[in-house]
């Protein structure tokens, strides 16, 4: 089974939801915003993701080159693509963010954005 990440970074914490291929909620948490706390998170052997989904911002570049190193299958996301895929939400979290993050990952919707490596 193939799984899909979001990831809502904030300065301090990042929310992180995990969907299946079904779009059904796999896990979410909540962690800090560097790159060992995300990989413990993301580096668990259960989870085979297709996709990780980066929202673009402050932490993005350091984040996504850290990923990307780990060999995660990141993309980070245009700011506006996502807030106007996410617009809709009744109850905007970050927790409900990384889970729609990762379900837009999931549909291919989102635009891919290369960041550069540090």
Same mark, same amino acid.
């Not at 970074?9 to 779009?23: C, N, Q, R, W």
């Given at each position: 089974m193939?799984?899909?990440?979001?990831?809502?970074?904030?300065?301090k914490?990042t929310?992180?939801g995990?969907v299946?291929? +079904?779009?059904?909620i &796999?896990?979410? %948490?909540?962690v800090?915003?560097e790159p060992? #706390? @995300?990989? *413990?998170?993301?580096?668990?052997?259960a989870?085979r993701?297709?996709?990780?989904?980066l929202?673009?911002g402050?932490?993005?570049?350091?984040?996504?080159?850290?990923?990307a190193? +780990?060999?995660l299958p &990141?993309i980070? %996301?245009?700011?506006?693509?996502?807030r106007a #895929? @996410?617009? *809709?939400q009744?109850n905007?979290t970050?927790?409900?963010?990384a889970?729609g993050?990762?379900?837009?990952s999931?549909?291919?919707?989102?635009?891919?954005r290369?960041?550069?490596?540090?």
């Amino acid at each position: 089974m193939d799984y899909f990440a979001g990831l809502d970074v904030s300065v301090k914490d990042t929310s992180v939801g995990i969907v299946d291929d +079904a779009g059904k909620i &796999v896990r979410e %948490v909540k962690v800090a915003s560097e790159p060992e #706390a @995300l990989l *413990a998170a993301l580096k668990n052997p259960a989870y085979r993701f297709k996709r990780i989904g980066l929202e673009a911002g402050p932490l993005s570049q350091w984040l996504f080159s850290a990923l990307a190193e +780990a060999e995660l299958p &990141v993309i980070c %996301v245009e700011t506006r693509h996502m807030r106007a #895929a @996410l617009k *809709a939400q009744i109850n905007k979290t970050d927790r409900n963010d990384a889970r729609g993050t990762a379900q837009i990952s999931a549909l291919a919707v989102a635009a891919r954005r290369g960041a550069k490596p540090i």
